[in-house]
Nanobody, 116 residues
């Protein structure tokens, strides 16, 4: 059974930082591309950051220079370090895994709220 469990969300003031974690099980983590998406109320889910199995990264323009995605294959975990948070970063953040072997999977989401 595949499980992606996010943690680290919460309430933070604008300009603050949070670190999200996503612990995976039931997949061959090292071969999976991993990503963070977010969905704000009334908006579509959007890609925030992604990291390939080889460690290549890409980011949404809105978070470049503020967010950093990383992965620890030994800990079977992907992280999203979020700095200089803005109220518009408020959303539910979802972890995603994807590979030809394991298919695509989503976590349950973690709420991030940034107050002005």
């Amino acid at each position: 059974q595949v499980q992606l469990v996010e943690s680290g969300g919460g309430l933070v003031q604008a300009g603050g930082s949070l670190r999200l974690s996503c612990a995976a099980s039931g997949i061959i983590f090292s071969i999976n591309a991993m990503a963070w998406y977010r969905q704000a109320p009334g908006k579509q889910r959007e890609l925030v950051a992604a990291i390939s199995s080889g460690g290549s990264t890409n980011y949404a323009d809105s978070v470049k220079g503020r967010f950093t995605i990383s992965r620890d294959n030994a800990k079977i975990t992907v992280y999203l370090q979020m700095n200089s948070l803005k109220p518009e970063d408020t959303a539910v953040y979802y972890c995603n895994s994807n590979s030809r072997v394991n298919g695509g999977h989503w976590g349950q989401g973690t709420q991030v709220t940034v107050s002005s």
